[in-house]
């Protein structure tokens, strides 16, 4: 089983401009997520899927200077540029995730891959529901309907977001969902605003000297024992970048019905 593992990640954020190359301890976010992510043992290859646009010249210099793997596609259609970045290695099974997740966990990675593979699912994620906290999501699907979303696909909402053709069409995937023991949904994880990255960095200053390979168990007992930490950011919702993906179908959706 060949399985390459694709992180998306651009510069121009929009809640957040800049955020994937901000410093942790010293290195770039980006990097700093991408050395967790490299002790993901199912995981035979990772590559960064960003855009040709020149204000991500910045992050491929980065990216270059640490040997890592890079293809350069669409801006806005992050689906075709999964789908060619995929393509491009030809892998049975491809592993979503995204660049604003600095403590993406290796071992939730390498268990949503092995179930993937143990059941034979089209598609399986550990989001569906929400049980993991936000920061830790992980799809994997393989490379066929990967192929056939990227086809088929052609809401806004769908080709930035690569995934949502599958949840839409659920009866022709097999999916398979990987949920938590203990419901921890409620936890902000990813970093989309100023007050997330201040939450990941006071993370990484309490746990990354004492072990880089920090887990998401060290996590929470260093949120037990610190309970004023999740204060920083919890009055975030989950998915708000979902809302404007909605408004921009609904204004496709009218513009089509008009012709």
């Not at 086809?151 to 990987?178: A, C, D, G, Y």
């Amino acid at each position: 089983m060949n399985v390459l593992a694709i992180l998306q990640a651009r510069v121009s954020s929009t809640r957040l401009p800049g955020k994937i190359l901000k410093p942790i301890l010293g290195k770039p976010m980006i990097i700093r997520q991408i050395e967790r992510e490299m002790h993901v043992a199912s995981i035979d290859k990772l590559v960064v899927a960003t855009s040709t646009d020149f204000s991500d010249d910045e992050l491929v210099k980065v990216l270059d200077k640490n040997h890592i793997s890079v293809y350069r596609g669409s801006l806005d259609n992050v689906l075709d540029r999964y789908y060619k970045t995929a393509n491009l290695y030809k892998p049975d099974h491809v592993v979503r995730i995204t660049g604003d997740c600095p403590l993406a966990d290796p071992d939730v990675i390498d268990r949503v891959i092995l179930e993937h593979i143990k059941y034979d699912a089209d598609y399986t994620t550990n989001c569906l529901p929400p049980s993991w906290p936000d920061g830790l999501d992980v799809e994997v699907m393989k490379m066929n309907v990967l192929k056939t979303i990227w086809q088929e696909s052609k809401l806004p909402s769908e080709l930035e977001h690569v995934t949502p053709f599958i949840r839409k069409h659920s009866h022709r995937f097999k999916i398979h969902n990987v949920a938590s023991e203990v419901d921890l949904s409620m936890l902000r994880w990813t970093v989309d605003e100023k007050e997330d990255f201040e939450y990941v960095t006071n993370i990484y200053e309490n746990l990354y000297p004492k072990d880089s390979n920090f887990r998401t168990i060290d996590i929470l007992n260093y949120i037990d024992s610190n309970p004023y930490i999740s204060n920083i950011n919890s009055h975030y919702n989950r998915n708000e970048g979902s809302k404007s993906s909605a408004i921009k179908d609904e204004a496709y959706l009218s513009e089509k019905n008009k012709c």
